[in-house]
């Protein structure tokens, strides 16, 4: 017998049981469920919709039950659905009428979307420290290569020498806006929609604003329909996600480009990456590949859930139960790209030689010498011109610029002295650059010690 079973004269057929059911997967929203639940009896019982007695019974119950999950002895069954009606009837079969009282005042309807802010709300809080560790492990990696230049790129073309410590900090920033926006998708789980009952509130004298207190929330729905119907708290969680694996993504790309024999930059720990079943030489770095790759999916959950929601009229509707795989799925993903990419950051070797004689051997410091000439009087556009063609006078020779003696030099600007050897070198370029946010050492500086301020107060 279901526990809505009253009305129905047959059994449900066994592809609808299966196919309806959720427990498979909503059965990692027991703790949530269960805690629910005690708080709401607790509130019955204060209000005097229930007894003392049942209050009790159904407490003690319930975090029996608990325990039982909690050691695996709990067999979840697909004939209740989900793990709201599994829990209940195990409880009533447990402790008998007590266990039918539970339910006063409420709807699986507020008891779903209580136990999802709940979850939702626990894993923002595990979500924030993998990130603020990772953030950690960046400012950690660009202190220690505080001293190494390697190229900057647009198009993928070697561009102007930067820090190394400075490119890594574009990450922490990014990260930094990520973990704001995690703290505005807290802001709007953080909302309890309990005694919203099926859609239009309840008979019941409820306290609301108890349960609230009592499951630490800081806010109430003002509006019942919405408080059942509205999933944007978890598409907000979904868009935080989708975002912060596009800048995963994006470092993914570069880790697996800098790996590769053709940059040799850095090179990852053995631990974080695999060997090939054929080539014995090979040392690939799957997790970057994986993380690149898992970020489809997650974009691909984002746009499942969106796409879900958008037809669906008030109130509750079926096609809500569809939100929680997607979420539970980019959750899992979340957490383990985090974790990992802080060990794997952390254990990286960083090729500082090889970095510089990629750069010793190319045009990375042309902007450096056309401002030369610029301060020197030349209009930027002559002095941009006169470099072009130093550096197609090189290119023509096999030399580059710094290697151009004063003589030659001078041919193509008169405005060329000696000094000019000091501005081509590498580390002038960079530490010449000391615009606020530019890579001069002293401004890598400044970003790592604000970035410590960022995670105390993340
Ligand atoms: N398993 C359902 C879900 O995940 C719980 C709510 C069902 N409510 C209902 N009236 N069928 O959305």
Redesign the pocket.
């Known amino acids: 017998m279901k526990l809505w079973g009253g009305r129905f004269t047959k059994a449900t057929d066994r592809n609808v049981e299966e196919f309806n059911?959720?427990i498979q997967f909503?059965c990692r929203m027991y703790a949530e469920d269960i805690c629910g639940s005690i708080a709401h009896a607790t509130m019955l019982a204060k209000q005097g919709i229930i007894s003392d007695f049942d209050k009790e019974q159904i407490v003690a119950g319930l975090k029996n039950i608990y325990e039982q999950i909690e050691k695996g002895e709990f067999e979840f069954s697909i004939e209740l659905?989900?793990?709201?009606m599994n829990v209940e009837k195990r409880l009533t079969d447990a402790i008998g009428e007590a266990g039918g009282r539970l339910h006063t005042g409420r709807?699986?309807?507020d008891?779903?979307a209580l136990d999802?802010h709940m979850y939702v709300r626990k894993e923002i809080a595990s979500v924030a420290v993998l990130l603020a560790n990772l953030q950690e492990a960046i400012v950690k990696a660009a202190e220690k290569y505080s001293d190494t230049i390697m190229p900057g790129y647009t198009h993928m073309q070697r561009a102007q020498p930067v820090l190394f410590s400075h490119h890594l900090m574009a990450y922490f920033s990014m990260f930094s806006r990520d973990f704001k926006h995690l703290s505005y998708v807290w802001d709007i789980t953080d909302i309890m929609p309990l005694g919203a009952g099926?859609l239009a509130g309840t008979t019941y004298p409820l306290d609301q604003p108890y349960v609230a207190e009592l499951l630490n929330f800081s806010t109430l729905y003002d509006n019942s329909m919405d408080a059942v119907s509205d999933r944007d708290y978890i598409i907000s969680f979904l868009e935080f996600a989708a975002n912060l694996m596009m800048h995963l993504s994006r470092l993914s790309e570069e880790f697996i480009l800098w790996s590769s024999s053709e940059f040799k930059f850095i090179e990852l720990d053995d631990a974080h990456c695999t060997g090939s079943s054929i080539m014995p030489q090979k040392k690939n770095p799957d997790i970057c590949e994986l993380v690149r790759g898992k970020t489809g999916r997650v974009y691909g959950h984002l746009m499942g859930i969106l796409t879900m929601m958008k037809g669906i009229p008030m109130a509750?509707d079926?096609d809500?139960?569809e939100?929680?795989e997607g979420l539970f799925d980019v959750i899992d993903t979340l957490k383990f790209a985090l974790a990992i990419y802080t060990a794997m950051i952390g254990g990286m070797k960083v090729n500082d030689r090889h970095m510089r004689e990629v750069l010793e051997n190319d045009f990375s410091n042309a902007t450096d010498m056309a401002d030369y000439l610029a301060k020197k009087g030349l209009p930027f556009r002559e002095a941009h011109a006169v470099v072009g063609k130093a550096v197609q006078y090189c290119l023509q020779q096999g030399k580059v610029l710094q290697q151009l003696t004063l003589q030659e030099l001078q041919e193509m600007s008169a405005l060329f002295s000696e000094d000019i050897h000091h501005y081509l070198d590498i580390e002038t370029c960079v530490s010449q650059r000391q615009t606020y946010n530019g890579t001069a050492p002293a401004s890598v500086a400044r970003q790592c010690t604000a970035g410590y301020n960022v995670i105390d107060n993340e």
Request: charged residues 35%; without cysteine; aromatic residues 4%.
């Open positions: 059911s959720s909503d659905e989900d793990i709201h709807s699986r309807n008891q779903v999802t099926a509750y079926k809500m139960q939100d929680k």
